[in-house]
Nanobody, 115 residues
């Protein structure tokens, strides 16, 4: 199993920036892809950005150019740098790890973009 703990959420003004962190532990060597998802109020959970073991990254169209996903060399930390935030980015952001044993989620961190 993989344990994930997100941090870095909070209240930010429109146009501001935020960096989310995800600490991974457990069977991280079996992780194939890690990513960030978000769930807005009353909506489903959508992919924001992904980072595969091959180093390839992917971004949702709605955030492309405004966010950067990165991971440390040990694979124990996943980051999401977000800029030019707008109220539509308000959501709970979740860290995800996909392994051969399944998909694992953190508890989420709230991001609120408001003036």
């Amino acid at each position: 199993q993989v344990q994930l703990v997100e941090s870095g959420g909070g209240l930010v003004q429109p146009g501001g920036s935020l960096r989310l962190s995800c600490a991974a532990s457990g069977a991280i060597s079996s992780t194939n892809v890690m990513g960030w998802y978000r769930q807005r109020a009353g909506k489903g959970r959508d992919m924001v950005a992904s980072f595969s073991n091959s180093g390839s990254v992917g971004y949702a169209g709605s955030v492309k150019g405004r966010v950067t996903i990165s991971r440390d060399s040990a694979g124990t930390m996943l980051f999401l740098q977000m800029s030019s935030l707008n109220p539509e980015d308000t959501a709970i952001y979740y860290c995800n790890a996909r392994t051969s044993a399944g998909s694992f989620w953190g508890q989420g961190t709230q991001v609120t973009v408001s003036s």
